[in-house]
């Protein structure tokens, strides 16, 4: 089906008190994210992709032996991964609710620990990429960080929470500090109800 850019959750200066700039939104989402969606809607056009769920796109797609995927699975992948991504932000769901305190704790030892981890694999990406909170079929959870526009759907994994660490999401806020824009990420733009949710 054809891909559609969604919407932002909230306007586009929601979150400038929190670190994250109208004008990092304006180019994020208007125009990286909208270049995945129109770019991808051209390549699945008339191809066996194009009544297919951008989940199936994914997965289907993906190749695992290689690192420089193909221009379908890239565009539907980032597609995703940036839809997940507004959701996962936002101006409410600053208190981390109890449940997912106690998950973080029995599988980290303590949300600060989880929260270095993810700050580590995020930090560590070299290059593009992304850093991720995922459930793992055993029902434990892990963080783990992918290149380019590689997810967690190409491994089974559920997605609870994911950063770009692409430059286009931080350069205009934080310039060249990844590590500050991750701090700021988790401290102050995370929506830990929306994460909650998806345990």
Known sequence: MA???????????ALAELGMSAE???????LHHNAYVVNGNKLINGTEWEDKSV???IVGTYDSNTVAQNGVFN??????NHMKFWEMMGPKGRSMPSELNKA?????????????????????QFGSGWCWLVKNSDG????TKTENGVNPICF???????????????????????????TNFLESLVNWDYVAAQL
């Open 24 to 30: 990092t939104l304006e180019y994020h989402h208007d």
């Open 156 to 182: 089974n994994q559920t997605v609870l929470l994911g950063c770009d660490v692409w430059e286009h999401s931080y350069y205009i806020d934080f310039r060249n500090k990844r590590p500050d824009y991750l």
């Open 104 to 124: 973080l704790t029995e599988s980290f030892g303590s949300v600060d620990a989880f929260k270095d981890a993810f700050k580590a694999a995020g930090a560590g």
């Open 75 to 80: 565009n539907a992948s980032q597609h995703w």
């Open 3 to 13: 891909f559609e850019l969604p919407d932002l959750p909230y306007a586009h200066d």
């Open 140 to 143: 434990g959870l892990s963080v």
């Open 55 to 57: 989940e199936d796109i």
